[in-house]
Every structure is written in C-alpha cells, then in structure tokens.
DNA sequence: GAGCACTGC
C-alpha cells in the first residue's frame, strides 16, 4: 500500500493545478514587487529573487489566478490543501497582490508558532520588515502596524477580537486555516463567521437587499478529510483542491496484532537500523513513560552492536521536555550515525522534523476525557487509546517529506480499517463554560447558533449552570454586568471570578500570582521520581499550612526576590535547587503581566496585598471554585459539596494526610482514585456563604 | 501513598 497524493483525500472537484502557463505567472510575481530589491539592497536582490523562484515553484503557483477568481465569485469558498502545497503563505499574498480585497486579511492558525513563523516567512517573500505590511497577533506577543494588510493570528486571538468588534469589520477576507483540526475556537470562528456573513453581505445574492458596503470574505482552509462538510455548512460553497508537494511512502502493516508496542518498536528499529539505507528513524509513541522506557531498551541494545557498526543518536521528545533538549532533534545526524527520534503527538503536527525517511507508529495515543461533568462538575482522566485514520496518515506522511519514506505501523491492516475516521471535534469534548460566556458578549447564543457539530445538550447545562453559580449569567439566562468582567479576563471564567472577588477581599496582588500559576501550562512542581525525596525536601522551606495555593504564592514571592538580584543563570540554579519548574515560573510571569493590564483598563486595584493573612485570599478562591469544594467525612475522606462524588487528597498535595473541615481544589483526576490536585483548607463557614448556591447545586446532581 | 497527550486567550 502507498500513500500518494490521490490516495490522500477525495478526489478534486476542480483540479487547478496547470491551467496556467508557468512562464506568465513568474512574470506577474516579478512585476508585482517593484520595491523588494530597492529595499534589500544588492545582496538583498539575490535573495529576493531567489525566493520569487522559490514561491514560483510552489505546487500552488500554477494555479492561483484561477483559485482568486474563484475566492472573488463567492462570499465562502473550501480550499483542500496537501501538505507542501503552500496555500498558508501563497493565497493571502496573491489575495493582497491581485488588489480586489480591501481591508485586512486574517489568517488564522490553531498554534502560536505556525502564526509567528508564517508571518516571518511571507513578510520575508513581501521583502519587508516583519510587522509592517505582514504581520501577526499571539498571545503576549503582537506585530503589526497601521500598514498591516495580512496578519497571521491564532483562533483564539481572534475569537477574542470578536468580542470588542463583534463583525469584524476591519477584515476584508478571513482565511480560517487547518480548519480539519476543528478546534473548539475554529469552531467558534467558523459559526461566528456564517451568522457575520449574513449581516455583512446580506442574504443570499439574486434577490433582496443588495450588497452592503463592506463585505466579507471567507476562505476555509483544510487537509483532505471533511471538505463536503465544510461545503454544506457554507450553503454547498465552492471545493477547489490544491495539490501537495509529498514523496510516496510505503506503508507495512504487521500480520498480527502486537500486544507490547514498546517492545515491537525496539525490534522494527533494529530491523531497520541493521538492514536498510541511511536516513532518520521516527517513532510514536502515547507519552513519557513509554519513550523513556525505549530509549533505555535501544541504548542498552545499541552497545552490543559490533564497534564497527553504525550508532545511534537518541532524541526523546514530547511537550514538557525543556527546549534545549526538545530542540536537539533538529541539530544534524552526526556522522556515521542514525538519528531516532522518540516522539509523542507532538510530532504530528506541532514540530516537523527534517530528514526523516522512516517512522513507525505504534498506533496508540494519549487521550484526557472528561468523565462525570454533571456530577459537581467532573473529573478528568488520562487514556491510552487507539488512534484515527486521519492520524495514521498524519504519521506516515511525515516520512515523506524529503523522498520517498517508509512506515511501519505496529498493528495490522484490519486493526487500521477499524479505526475511527478523525476523533471527535473538541466542541463536543470539552468545557463549555468559556466559549459561552465569550459568545453572550458579542449577543451570540451557544445554545441556538449554527455550529458545523452541535454542542452537547448536558455540557451546555453544565456551562450555564456554572456561569449561573458564578454569577455572570442570572436567572432568565442574561449576562449579567459581573458576567462582562469576567469575561474580560484571558483566563478559566471560573478563575477570572476569583480575581474578581479578591478585589472585595483586598488581595488582589497575591491573588493574580496565584491565578497566573494555576493556568500556566505547566506545573509548578514536576513530578520527578528519580528525586522525589530530595524534591519535597528542598520545597519543604515553601509549605504553607494552608495547602497548596499558598505554597504556590510563597515559591513566587520567592522567585521575584531572586530574580530582584539575579542574573538569568543565578535565576535557573535558584530552580534547579528548589525543584521547581522555572518554565512554569516564567509563563506565569507573562500572564501575571497581562492579567496586571487588564486590572487597570478595569480600573481593578492590583497592587493591594493581604501579606501574610490568608483568609482572604482563601475566601476568593472559594468564590470561583464553589464546585470544586468538599467536606470532611468522619471515615476521612472528603464528598464534594456540590457534587455526589467521594473523593481523596491526592498524595503530591502539601496537604495529604491532613483533615481539614472543608477543602478547595483545582482540579480532579481520576486514576486509582478520584483525586483532588492543588487543594487549601478552608472555614466551612467559607462555602456555607453561598448557602442557595450550594443546595440547589445538590438539587440539580 | 502517586503517574503529567496536545493546544489556546
């Protein structure tokens, strides 16, 4: 079996590649930059044109004139790229190029770095500086100006955007990009945008209103799967299909199915290690564990290999590695080596690896679900499960992207026919609570919108009844003017309710520091086992009576002090000593710093500290995170206060073992038990507050 | 007395 371009997707429902002449086109591309090689300079022309040849050589080019006509004709139009194709960066320069789109274009993009170094490299093909004609907006970080016509931005910014300029007026086109990973905020994109379209090029052309002085373009951007749908969400819009630039990959399944994938990807490497051509080996794998246990096995294997024969250079990788040693998959092979890279998901679509010739899948991903969520709100868990055809494709190709690849998948061809199609869109996978506060505030409604999968009917209960617990919604479902400030707040509304509380409670400043740690991506305190003694020994000197949200406070009190009067090295030995996370640390610097703006654009206090008095700020946390509170048993154990669950500290708390009247957590996990993580003590009288609160919750469980 | 796939504002 191989994996070519037309095996890859549907077949075109307009082929356009080659309906132009090549020699045409590179014409028009030198005509349309009369300024790139006066900018750059004399080594700059080189360049400059170097990259025209580049971009003229792109699967895309040939096709483009052909493709902007089709975008001009229609108010949506589905674009279906391969990867390699180009369509990112080419389409919105044509778009700009061609100067029949007024206003800006917006590129969309479900990570950070895919919008950041996009705009890097079409600014570059632009022959202008990043942040002037092109540019981008990520969280923490934007670059545009008055002149900015293309700017590539995450969904996310852009559902924020949504909420001060509800239809995006200042976009002339919206190219929603990798719209198959149909992410929660696509998604909400991709509705949002069907109602905005309506109100910006009125009804449907041939009768009625005629078209209104701003319209609105919108391309939808996709991998090969799910274009029909796209299309019928769109009232049956357009289908163009832009072809790839992929090498074919041979692709070999095992006759039987293995029950021990760790120990089946050690004999497939071996396999090809010992018998086929230089080239770079990747291996899937679900997580942590398994890649360090296959990195042992391949290194203790590996020694025992003749002196005279090739090595092997081992790179694990996956998300909570630290950069330095993430980034060591993209250094060179050394020589007279092969490199085997031991990668989890992230391999898939985050970080692309050159010089791979052979991967082999183990099949198997990890998977968090969320189980419960009506019980008090739920708990999370985390599965290894099989993967989706749409992933397993995803992973072979990445064999292909230099020559021709090869894959080894550890399960059998059956095993594949079997597997689900692409997984479950995240809509209906995850909170809502979020995404229906954001839409109330443009005057959207999450429950009668238009989405491509509608929500699930309990999640959007559950969400409203949070968002009712919290006070931003009333009863008859209507935002309420807390509601709006909370939602003014890039966090969980649950943990934008507790900053807002501790404004009454006068501890706002230690309040942020916590709410910055709690939501950065990684924890504070990492669960090494190899050093687990010496690990809780060194944090003892943070512990707080109180629990874990205080010990969290003193650590950056801490921090700040250190970084007060050390340098950058001083700053990452003080961490290393203290078994503390210093990427934690400095993500939740830059969300303290934004959360800090937008305290003053709401006239918030956030200086204002309690010291060393605890209550108050235990008091705020209880206000956000009524559902995530429990009461002592006379067994021990702890039963949630809004919820039926029975449930158990969990043992890398600070305060495990301790029995305390009442608690409050940030989250549960289940595994042998269910779990609370991040947990203070608290005064029942702190939850006894919210007396209606606490029993209606009852009622509803 | 225990286990952290991946994103995003």
């Known amino acids: 079996m191989e994996v070519s371009d037309e095996e890859n997707g549907p077949s075109p429902n307009k082929p356009l590649n080659g309906t132009n002449g090549h020699d045409r086109k590179r014409q028009k591309m030198r005509k349309s930059f009369p300024n790139g090689a006066a900018v750059n300079g004399v080594n700059g022309v080189s360049k400059a044109q170097h990259l025209q040849e580049q971009r003229a050589q792109l ?95 995450t969904d996310g910014m852009l559902v924020r955007e949504m909420m001060s300029d509800p239809m995006l007026e200042r976009y002339g086109v919206i190219v929603v990009d990798e719209a198959h990973e149909r992410t929660l905020r696509t998604d909400l994109v991709l509705a949002s945008l069907k109602k905005i379209l309506r109100a910006r090029n009125g009804e449907e052309s ?34 163009l299909y832009v072809k790839g630039r992929q090498h074919p990959v041979s692709i070999y399944h095992t006759s039987t199915s293995q029950v021990d994938y760790v120990d089946a990807a050690l004999r497939t490497f071996f396999q090809i290690h010992v018998d086929q051509p230089p080239g770079d080996v990747l291996i899937f794998l679900p997580g942590q564990e398994d890649i360090e246990s296959l990195e042992s096995s391949i290194k203790s294997y590996a020694n025992q290999l003749p002196s005279n024969s090739v090595g092997v250079t081992l790179c694990p990788l996956y998300a909570s590695l630290p950069n330095a040693q993430q980034s060591r998959v993209f250094t060179p092979t050394p020589e007279g080596t092969r490199k085997c890279i031991l990668a989890t998901n992230i391999a898939e679509t985050s970080i692309t690896i050159p010089g791979v010739k052979y991967v082999i899948d183990t099949g198997k991903q990890k998977e968090k679900r969320h189980l419960a969520r009506m019980t008090g709100s739920g708990f999370d868990t985390l599965l290894t499960t099989d993967i989706t055809k749409s992933s397993a494709m995803q992973r072979a190709g990445r064999a292909g992207r230099e020559g021709p690849g090869f894959c080894f998948r550890l399960y059998t061809e059956e095993a594949f026919d079997a597997m689900a199609l692409s997984s479950e869109p995240e809509v209906r996978r995850s909170s809502l609570t979020s995404a229906l506060l954001q839409l109330r505030c443009i005057g959207h409604d999450l429950e ?13 209960g559950a969400a409203l009844r949070t968002l009712w617990i919290l006070d931003a919604l009333d009863e008859t479902k209507r935002l309420t003017k807390l509601g709006r400030s909370i939602a003014a707040f890039p966090l969980e509304p649950q943990l934008a309710a507790i900053l807002l509380a501790s404004v009454e409670h006068h501890c706002t400043a230690d309040v942020i520091s916590i709410l910055s740690l709690m ?16 690990a809780s020994e060194a944090r003892t000197k943070f512990r707080h009576p109180s629990g874990d949200h205080w010990t969290m406070l003193n650590v ?97 708390s600070f305060l495990t073992e301790k029995r305390s009247p009442a608690i409050v957590y940030n989250e549960l996990v289940y595994t042998t038990h269910i779990y609370a993580r991040g947990v203070s003590a608290v005064s029942k009288s702190f939850i006894s507050d919210f007396p209606k609160r606490v029993t209606s919750g009852r009622a509803g469980s």
């Not at 041939?206 to 991998?223: D, E, F, Q, T, W």
Request: proline share 5%; with cysteine; charged share 25%.
């Open 206 to 239: 041939g009768k009625g209103k005629a078209r209104a002085h701003n319209p609105l373009k919108v391309v939808v951007m996709s991998a090969t799967l799910d274009a029909e749908k796209f299309s019928k969400f769109f009232d049956n819009a357009p289908v």
């Open 59 to 153: 699967p895309i080019a040939q096709g483009l004139e052909a493709l902007v006509r089709e975008i001009a004709a229609h108010d949506v139009t589905i674009i279906l790229g391969e990867t390699g194709s180009g369509k990112t960066t080419q389409i919105p320069q044509y778009l700009l190029e061609c100067g029949a789109f007024p206003g800006v274009i917006a590129v969309t993009q479900p990570r950070r770095v895919a919008a950041t170094s996009l705009a890097a490299r079409v600014s570059q093909e632009q022959g202008r500086p990043l942040g002037t004609l092109v540019g981008y907006a990520v969280r923490f970080d934007e670059r545009t100006g008055a002149e900015t016509r293309v700017k590539y931005l």
């Open 519 to 534: 939501s950065a991506s990684a924890p504070l305190f990492p669960d090494s086992s190899a050093q687990r003694d010496a």
């Open 448 to 460: 009668t919108l238009d989405f491509m999968d509608n929500p699930d009917a309990e999640a959007v």
């Open 556 to 652: 950056f009190r801490a921090y700040d002090e250190v970084c007060g009067s050390e340098s950058k090295g001083g700053r990452r030995d003080w961490c290393k000593r203290n078994f503390v996370n210093e990427r934690a640390l400095r993500e939740a610097g830059d969300i303290r710093t934004q959360l800090r703006i937008v305290c003053d654009r709401a006239n918030i206090n956030k200086e204002i500290s309690c010291g060393q008095d605890e209550s108050p700020v235990l008091k705020s946390l209880v206000r956000g995170l009524l559902q995530h509170t429990a009461l002592l048993q006379p067994d021990g154990t702890y039963k949630q206060a809004m919820g039926p669950s029975i449930i158990k500290i969990h043992p890398g």
